[in-house]
């Protein structure tokens, strides 16, 4: 575990963004997340970690509500967001993902241009007034995403035509472009090469100064990188939840070492 | 511990170069394959071109007719006995006043390129003719009544006697029974060929004229049921491709999948392979029996056809939006798009070649479908009056193409055999258009990165 390099930026605020109490999911019979309860903060970096199967992505799309679109789905417990529950009758799941944006595993842009893909989201939620605004939005998305300098002189070519690590943060564009609050991300280098992958994890960095994010990841050495808050999932159970360097430093349960030196998983 | 001995005994090396009998025989399992493949290739290759150059050898007579150029004194004594020139007057000047002058005409025409022939009498000229020359000389005159009174020239139709022998269709051997014709009269076309008055030339009326009686073969056209096609087809088109697409993407993107919308799905899947002579029956039962709607009309047709081919668009859409990847939903839900913003922007773009595709495949089946059309009446005879203006097509009795070719193919004169042959060329025409725009589409649908 010597190679691994701890973020030296700490939790900069103790403001509570998601909670969770007591979640349960049932896929048809499987019992896939049992009883997590956990607080994610606000402008953090909160990594989920643990084997195939643990349940991580599960919990993920559960606090967008992305588990809806599975019919044999069930979500108990309580999700709040910002203190209002998300599984409340009167949520639309549709404003909700406005709020809480999110990136997948492999880049999925869609098949239009650079320019219409980061714009999609603005022009269906109404975000926009004029073109000049929407050309602004667009610009400062593509920013964020760091993906502006590269893609700047041909906004009107297909998406689809970038390279992996340029649709991933493509794809983290068009999830900033909507302003979320929360930022889901499912595994988003595990399509990528080495360079793409340290590329998207400078981005994560950064966009923690304006979203909560969470990330799922199968990389032990990429949550110790771009996490401040570490999360392990053992099947469907949360086993321990805390800041990241003491979760790979001195974890509290004999598991969470386990996953962690090798053992497991 | 056999087993072990087994595993320890060390392999004897061999050459690369010497291929053993378990790769031989591999080998000789994949060329015998490929063999069978090419040669069932082949034998479909085969069939195709001979099913082809028979439809073509056959059919390509139709396209042309046998025409006798003949000058026709259109006689004011016959034609207008009042010699006002009044339109209500003309029209009493039936086809019998008018055949007598063609035949006349003819006979003169003879005489004066010299031709010699036992056949002296107008009447002897009358086999030559056809029955159809009359009327449309009439329609000519009754269009411009101030021709009466001079010699104009007709190209009027042979008979189909004379066509077929110009054709090699009739032989001099086998006439003797047959009373429309004689040897004389054989004689006699040889020689208006050898004139310039009779000749073959290219037959566009096959292509755009009606169907005509049975003693008419020479002047039955494909024109009408052709229309007829056209409007079954835009109705099949307007109702079964938002109907098929709407009912598709609800099933495939909003539908909870439970045992009801299984039960949807079986059912489609079983329409698909109900014959089509069943829609008929039911075409003729709801349609017509119940709802009253006039018979033969395209309208009824366009209906029954849109019920047989709504489960061939609705299969072949699902098929394309299942081939959506579903990652694309993902993304669109992802960043706040509702289902329908989701499946409208996003996978119905993507589904569009598939669909498109399907669309035609099914238009193209209806096209091709005449069973279920002889139930409600739809037969070939029917067309022979073209409908009065857009709307009327709709509703005015009609056939279709292969309702028409079935018709001719069932004639007892054997000049409606090459029509119905011809008619297929036409048909083919038709769908292998239909096929090019499908593929057309397709390309221009198609994601283009």
Redesign the interface.
Known sequence: MNDMTFTERAVTTDEIKITARDVQVHYGETHAIKDVSVDILDKTVTAFIGPSGCGKSTFLRCL?R?ND?I?ICRVDGDILLDGEDIYDKRVDP?????KV????Q?P????KSIYDNVA??PK??GLTRSRAELDEVVESSLRKAALWNEVKDRLHA?G??LSGGQQQRL?IA??V??SPEVLLMDEPCSALDPIATAQVEELIDELRANFSVVIVTHSMQQAARVSQKTAFFHLGNLVEYDDTDKIFTNPTDPRTESYITGRIG | MSDATLHDAQPTKRSLHQIDARTKRRNAAESRFKMLGIGAIGIGIAFLIILLSTIVVNGASAFQQSFLEVPVYLDPAKLDKKGNRDPADLKKATTFTYAPLIEKGLLDAVQSAGIETPLSKTKDMKNLISSSAAAQLRDRVLADPSLIGQTVTAKILASSRVDGYLKGRVHRAEIAQDKNITVEQLDLADALIKAGILHKSFNLDFILGSDASDSRAEQAGIGVSMLGSFYMMLVVLVLALPIGVAASIYLEEFAPKNRFTDLIEVNISNLAAVPSIVFGILGLAVFIQFAHLPQSAPLVGGLVLTLMTLPTIIISTRAALKAVPPSIRDAALGIGASKMQATFHHVLPLAMPGILTGTIIGLAQALGETAPLLLIGMVGFIATNAPDGFWDGFVSPNSAMPAQIYEWAKRADPAFYERAWGGIIILLIFLLGMNIIAIILRRKFERRW
């Open positions: 967008n992305m679109t019919d549709v404003q909700l993902r406005a944006g999110m990136v997948f492999k999925n842009p869609f098949p999609y989201g269906i939620h297909p689809t035509g794809c068009r999830a472009a909507t």
